[in-house]
């Protein structure tokens, strides 16, 4: 195994802590953290989200504070990248610069064409195993579109399979470490900072360079009648950590920054609302901590898309979101029509080697008894205020089931933090 070196050392993106050490990369914290027998700690952007007021709603309307956010980037970088799948987060960031005139350097979409065989095509087909459909549905006509409307933005379509084929980024198990925490065979070209050539002479140019993923709706839970906002790693994990030595390339999260608090806090209380209302009381359950069924996650995302996403088609084609990591539907292609193939048994024995080189309670176990992923580490949850409860008088409480995790998580709350166990 060779080492891994340039990870990106941006703190706005997350990190982790192992007793004094901090690290930017996650699977090496937890085979650190395994190696010394000491415990992980996340943290995300904690001082600059505490500083924040979560209880008041912004007075701009979102689509402004959209604007204001492509904006500040615009005005900070000399050149800027857009990773943009055609869906809900991506495709509002785009807007948020097309829309209002301001300049877009490049979209880029990203698809493996050596593993399309058989996986494409049909429209009746919503399951995460289908994502590669999402080109031909959904992001090919917003390209079309961006190309009549706006020709001075360049449109990429990177084929990441090369890479895959090559051995490129599957050449011992220490692949592992090229992704943060997304540990399909995929991923780590998919989101390689330097996959084209033409991307690698843009950083050579010393420009500096923005990286933009649309990470991602809010996650806001209710919590003792009270409606709390957290972030989870998992997403916030989503880039590329290998930056080299290149000094020139920022990775930005869209919606989830620190530069713009105001704009989450607004989408928040957009949401927090319309859960709130009395007309609105069944839809209740789907926020209610702890969030642990993907349907209900599902339902949650397709609610929350029509409230903070105006400008976006809600009848856009897109498939469900994957349930888990090592085994991530989302690289169905892959296991179909590599199976056999030496990348496949590398991709394999990354996963065998991070299993053996992490505490087994850090793992998460779902698919057929084998680990699919790392722990998801969650922030600090900030209070965003009391639940509006709606008048009923029902012939009997009927609440014999309750949701409970014994997990325990931590609350900013009144400008203090209190650990309490849902």
């Not at 919503?126 to 409307?149: D, I």
């Amino acid at each position: 195994m060779h080492t891994i070196t340039g990870i990106d050392q941006n703190p706005k993106l997350g990190y982790y802590k192992v007793g004094e050490e901090v690290f930017y990369s996650k699977p090496q914290a937890y085979t650190y953290a395994f190696e010394k027998k000491l415990e992980v700690s996340w943290y995300f952007n904690n001082a600059e989200f505490a500083r924040q007021d979560w209880t008041v709603e912004p007075v701009p309307n979102i689509k402004e504070l959209y604007r204001l956010r492509a904006q500040q980037l615009r005005d900070r970088y000399d050149y800027i990248r857009l990773e943009c799948s055609g869906g809900s987060d991506s495709t509002t960031a785009l807007y948020s610069f097309l829309l209002n005139n301001i300049h877009l350097d490049e979209v880029v979409f990203r698809y493996p064409k050596a593993g399309e065989k058989g996986m494409v095509g049909n429209v009746h087909d919503y399951r995460a195993e289908n994502t590669l459909s999402e080109w031909e549905f959904a992001a090919k006509p917003l390209f079309q579109w961006v190309k009549t409307n706006y020709p001075l933005t360049k449109l990429t379509v990177y084929d990441y399979s090369e890479d895959i084929v090559n051995g490129k980024f599957l050449a011992d198990e220490s692949w592992i470490f090229t992704t943060r925490d997304w540990f399909q065979p995929g991923h780590p070209a998919k989101f390689a900072n330097f996959g084209c050539q033409e991307h690698r002479k843009q950083a050579d140019s010393g420009k500096q360079i923005c990286i933009i993923q649309g990470i991602d709706k809010p996650k806001i839970v209710t919590i003792n009648g009270h409606w709390y906002c957290y972030f989870v790693d998992v997403l916030a994990s989503n880039t590329s950590p290998i930056k080299e030595d290149y000094n020139n390339i920022t990775q930005e999260l869209f919606f989830w920054t620190p530069d713009f608090p105001e704009m989450i806090i607004k989408q928040c209380h957009l949401i927090k609302n319309w859960f709130d209302m009395p007309e609105h009381a069944s839809f209740k359950h789907l926020v209610k901590y702890p969030v642990q069924n993907p349907n209900r996650r599902t339902q949650y995302e397709g609610i929350v898309k029509s409230i903070i996403y105006p400008d976006y088609d809600q009848l856009t084609w897109q498939t469900t979101k994957p349930t888990n990591s090592f085994y991530n539907e989302m690289d169905h292609w892959f296991y179909v029509n590599f199976q056999g193939t030496k990348q496949y048994h590398v991709w394999q024995a990354g996963l065998e080697f991070l299993v053996n080189h992490v505490d087994p309670k850090h793992l998460l176990f779902k698919f057929q008894e084998k680990p699919t992923g790392l722990i998801w580490n969650k922030s600090l949850f900030y209070h965003l205020g009391a639940e509006s409860y709606t008048s009923s008088t029902p012939a009997f409480n009927n609440h014999a089931h309750v949701d409970a995790s014994g997990e325990q998580i931590t609350l900013w709350q009144d400008q203090k933090l209190k650990r309490i166990t849902v």
